[in-house]
């Protein structure tokens, strides 16, 4: 099992010095793993005064293959993780490309997690479906690995042509897909065709439905459940030392190969940290790292 830590740019801001500074010392104090999310656009709330998403123009967020280039030259061993690309609002030989070229530059440093989204006006604005965005990006995920995999590419789908072309560089190996969400239809994708979960709310005594739904998914594709890996985000918001470590066991019994900390998110049984500013976010992942590294 691998622990890791999300960088909190939207809430700690993402000048170069604070993405600089949280990368270096995540991967000093022994992190596995950064991740990013990823939004392209915020909307206006002047424009949308009943709006109850997460987020709004207000938050910052990088996109996430630049960043991830940023860190890649400034790391020399830590993942790097987007957790989630919204695959379907993208164009997926563009995201094949993309991942493709950071993979080789940080050598073969990434992990992708991609998912689906919630935020209708993202699509509107990037000209994409927002009502078929999950059954197409299956497609979206066959386009990439036929594009990681061979130098040039026949592809003829729902969705996508690709008439004899590929990209270059490929990366040594195909980068894994991990697929994050929490709907029946994403837990079935999950078995089907992906390399793990990204659980990003379930709590670990409401996870085994899910995880089950996984297992059939697999089981009916013919592949085996235990080579699908789950990374499950923890926060430090509340509770001690070790109420922390005790989750973190919990999750390796329910067979998490990943731990992902999320010091900002507030969803689910995750609960912030106190403070927004980049010192008190640092001191704030040694401390969890001191609590519970010896778990890993």
Known sequence: MKLGVTFPQ?????D????????QTAEGLGY??????????GINTEAYPDWRGPYTSKDLFHDPFTL???????TERIELSPQIVILPQRQAVLVAKQAASLDVLSGGRLRL??????NKVEYIAL????HNRGKRSEEQIAVMRALWAEPHVVFDGEYHTIPNAGINPLPERPPEV??????????????RIGDGWLNIYVAPDQVQPALDKIRSGAEKAGRDPGEIGLDSWVGMGRGSAEDWRAEIEMWRKLGATHITLNTVFNRGHIRPIAGTDPATHLNAIQ??????GDLF
């Open 10 to 14: 939207n809430i700690i801001g993402g």
């Open 16 to 23: 170069p010095a604070i993405v600089r500074d949280f990368a």
């Open 32 to 41: 596995s793993h950064l991740v990013a999310y990823d939004h392209v656009l």
């Open 68 to 74: 991830f280039s940023y860190i890649a030259g400034i």
């Open 113 to 118: 997690g991609i998912g689906i989204g919630w």
């Open 127 to 130: 000209g994409e479906n927002f």
């Open 178 to 191: 991990w697929i994050g969400g929490g709907a029946d239809a994403t837990y079935d994708r999950i078995g």
């Open 287 to 292: 401390t969890y790292m001191q609590a519970v």
